[in-house]
């Protein structure tokens, strides 16, 4: 389950007040501003697109995507009924396209339930997305860290 605001300022408070160590790391760190990001699909996504290029390389292609699917959407539903030249079009590599595909194809069949991974541990989380190719062990912590 998220945390709410006030648990987060509640879990600060409570280290100020208890280490001087902490106090200090989270007065020169500043307010804190992660957003987790809710569409875990979109995440994965996301993450496959931006391996092995620059931030804004991974960007441009995101954008392509993006405007490739329209109205339809990002969701597995969508892409995986697309192919791998279409895809491609849009900038993905062979690879990715492929990646992309493996992702669509099992999160839309519901072999991969991402709405399920947050009642699992992390050991299982990981060993679920792994499966997946093109996500490793890095993509997977990276997961859930941030999704």
């Known amino acids: 389950m998220p945390l709410s605001a006030i648990q987060i300022e509640k879990g600060l408070k409570h280290l ?19 957003k987790v990001k809710r569409d ?16 804004k ?11 490739l699917v329209g109205p339809e959407g990002m969701t597995p539903q969508y892409l995986s009924t697309l192919n791998h ?3 491609r079009s849009a900038g993905l590599s062979k690879q990715k396209a492929s990646y992309v595909l493996d992702l669509s ?10 709405e399920r991974l947050v009642r699992l541990s ?8 792994v499966e ?14 941030f999704s």
Request: zero cysteines; glycine letters at 8%; aromatic letters at 4%.
């Open 105 to 114: 194809q099992r999160v839309h069949v519901g072999t991969l339930p991402l």
């Open 40 to 55: 875990r699909f979109q995440a994965l996504v996301h993450s496959i697109l931006g391996q092995q290029i620059s931030g």
């Open 57 to 67: 390389a991974a960007l441009a292609v995101r954008r392509k995507l993006e405007e």
């Open 16 to 34: 100020r007040k208890s280490d001087p160590v902490m106090r200090e790391v989270i007065r020169r760190a500043g307010p804190f501003t992660l």
């Open 122 to 129: 992390d050991d299982a989380v990981i060993e679920a997305l």
């Open 132 to 145: 997946v190719k093109g996500i490793g062990v890095w993509t997977a912590h990276m997961f859930l860290i």
């Open 85 to 87: 030249e279409v895809l």
